[in-house]
Antibody, heavy 122, light 107 residues
Framework: EVQLLESGGGLVQPGGSLRLSCAAS????????MSWVRQTPGKGLEWVSA????????YYADSVKGRFTISRDNSKNTLYLQMNNLRAEDTAVYCC???????????????WGRGTLVTVSS | DIQMTQSPSSVSASVGDRVTITCRAS??????LAWYQQRPGKAPKLLIY???SLQSGVPSRFSGSGSGTDFTLTINSLQPEDFATYFC?????????FGPGTKVDIK
């Protein structure tokens, strides 16, 4: 069974930084593209960033471009999201999600992790 | 960016009812559409991908249709475990975008 477990969330002041991790198990991690998606009660689901299976391709939402960096360590089966210059509007539950199919991008997600809460507040 | 809308935003239904949810894209996305179910406190679960392909393990009472800009998720014979929120998502191009969700609750 594929499992995705996020960690690294917490309370941070505006302008601060956090690094989220997503530990994957039960899959050939290095064959799947991965994404981060965040969720808030007010804004619903918002895709944040994606990375190809080998890490060579990355994409970002305009709202986080230049502030967030997605990366992966395939030797550790782990996905990361480095978040810098955090803003109040970045407050959300951040979930990692695996592309359904291995190989090239398919951009629909199965499964998702349960998420880690990031709160940006002074 | 491709905008996704859903209707209705909520629907009240009874066990055994048929429920239809509509999703519309702001531009042609072919069949690059997915549907997810989210129960309270749980992660979203993939139901349908490529507009009409049923994800493995998902009951056959769920079906998807449509292409281009207009899509439909149908739940036949609603079951107690189906009361949840349903989201559509376009997978045609980055940035990926989701619909605002449709909450299916008990009448």
């Amino acid at each position: 069974e594929v499992q995705l477990l996020e960690s690294g969330g917490g309370l941070v002041q505006p302008g601060g930084s956090l690094r989220l991790s997503c530990a994957a198990s039960g899959l050939a991690f290095n064959t799947y593209a991965m994404s981060w998606v965040r969720q808030t009660p007010g804004k619903g689901l918002e895709w944040v960033s994606a990375i190809s299976a080998n890490g060579g391709g990355t994409y970002y939402a305009d709202s986080v471009k230049g502030r967030f960096t997605i990366s992966r360590d395939n030797s550790k089966n782990t996905l990361y999201l480095q978040m810098n210059n955090l803003r109040a509007e970045d407050t959300a539950v951040y979930c990692c999600a695996k592309d359904r199919h291995s190989g090239s991008w398919n951009k629909w997600f199965d499964p998702w992790g349960r998420g880690t809460l990031v709160t940006v507040s002074s | 960016d491709i905008q996704m809308t859903q209707s209705p935003s909520s629907v009240s239904a009874s066990v055994g009812d048929r429920v239809t949810i509509t999703c519309r894209a702001s531009q042609d996305i072919g069949n690059y559409l997915a549907w997810y179910q989210q129960r309270p406190g749980k992660a979203p679960k993939l139901l349908i991908y490529a507009a009409s392909s049923l994800q493995s393990g998902v009951p056959s009472r769920f079906s998807g249709s449509g292409s281009g800009t207009d899509f439909t998720l149908t739940i036949n014979s609603l079951q107690p475990e189906d009361f949840a929120t349903y989201f559509c998502q376009q997978a045609n191009s980055f940035p990926l975008t989701f619909g605002p969700g449709t909450k299916v609750d008990i009448k």
